[in-house]
């Protein structure tokens, strides 16, 4: 039996085919959780956006054009969902900051390769959460995602210039901000 395509199940939802939705849902919740998991940086703002992706999908199948393929336009507005929501987190938690310490096991003799690896862990990952919104994302997409330059720019809607641009600057302040923080240690060890 031949699978039904996106696009014509998006049709069929569009028409009020409540199975059609809901199949489109299945095929691609994982997608849209990926993406969104990306760009938030966790699970539960993930699994918001998720869900506020699908009902934004939903209440713009009337104007999806079925001539262009689905899943990039579903990508799309997973990716835009999915940084609203950074955005606006960001703009409910500005004036905090975060005081606790990374939470880093106490090392045991013969286990310092392992903090070592851990604290390089947790560094990237500072760097990375560091970043710009655009940044982060398109370097998630890229790294993480492993989606190609085409793919990412398709699901943020910039050309493929951008997201180009996009990740040289991400990996440039990546680079820096390790760089200062090994700087810091340093000076940090010698006191």
């Known amino acids: 039996m031949e699978e039904i395509r996106d696009e ?42 998720a869900q506020e992706t699908f009902l934004r999908v939903y209440r713009s199948l ?13 990508r799309r507005i997973a990716y835009n969902t999915s940084l609203n929501n950074v955005r606006a987190r960001s703009a409910r938690s500005r004036g905090m900051t ?22 390089s862990a947790v560094r990237v990952e500072d760097a990375v959460d560091s970043l710009p919104g655009e940044l982060r994302a398109t370097l998630l997409l890229r790294v993480v995602e492993g989606m190609s330059y085409k793919e990412i720019a398709a699901a943020t809607g910039v050309r493929i210039g951008t ?28 006191a």
Request: proline fraction near 8%; charge should be positive; include cysteine.
């Open 8 to 49: 014509t199940l998006a049709l069929k939802a569009a028409s009020g085919d409540m199975m059609a939705f809901e199949e489109l849902v299945n095929r691609h919740r994982m997608t849209v959780y990926r993406m969104a998991r990306t760009v938030t940086g966790n699970h539960h703002d993930a699994d918001d956006a």
């Open 62 to 74: 009337r104007s999806y054009d079925p001539q262009r393929p689905f899943r990039p336009w579903l």
């Open 98 to 119: 975060d005081t606790d310490p990374p939470d880093v096991p106490d090392p045991n003799p013969g286990q310092s390769a392992v903090l070592e690896a851990r604290q």
């Open 163 to 190: 997201v180009m641009s996009r990740l040289s600057r991400a990996r440039e302040r990546v680079q820096e901000c390790l760089q200062s923080a090994g700087k810091r240690g340093r000076r940090g060890d010698k």
